[in-house]
């Protein structure tokens, strides 16, 4: 009777643990897919970029920056786009070089996600 007890504890606490880690891996909001792949940004045009994420984005509380050399930070203004999950983001005129756009968004389940994308603007395709 009591190895039975024991076995239904822990079969009910390797179950809480499954449940806990699956629950983490789609409590994020992570990039599925960005326009920079099919549309690379040119040189001195300003553009608006797409980011996908893998659920919705409250942008009230999420803030995006276009980091130039020396680690500038530039706050970038930020949209709800057409589809689910979709932000777009402004990107100003620029100048050949490397960037990266860095993003702070919480998923609407109020997790925080952090993350870089990098990209090079260049006048030659």
């Not at 001195?44 to 803030?63: D, R």
């Not at 983001?89 to 960037?99: M, R, V």
Request: glycine share 6%; hydrophobic share 50%.
């Amino acid at each position: 009777m009591i190895q039975t007890l024991f076995a239904r504890l822990g079969l009910f606490l390797l179950l809480g643990l499954l449940f806990v880690n699956s629950s983490a891996v789609f409590a994020h909001a992570v990039v599925t897919e960005s326009s920079l792949k099919q549309h690379p940004i040119e040189v001195n045009h300003q553009t608006e970029v797409a980011l996908h994420f893998n659920s919705g984005v409250e942008l009230a509380l999420s803030k995006v920056f276009l980091v130039s050399k020396g680690d500038v930070f530039h706050p970038l203004d930020i949209a709800r786009g057409k589809k689910p999950g979709q932000m777009l983001i402004k990107i100003p005129a620029l100048e050949e070089g490397d960037y990266a756009i860095k993003y702070k968004v919480f998923a609407a389940d109020g997790h925080l996600t952090e993350d870089v994308i990098r990209f090079k603007v260049s006048a030659q395709r």
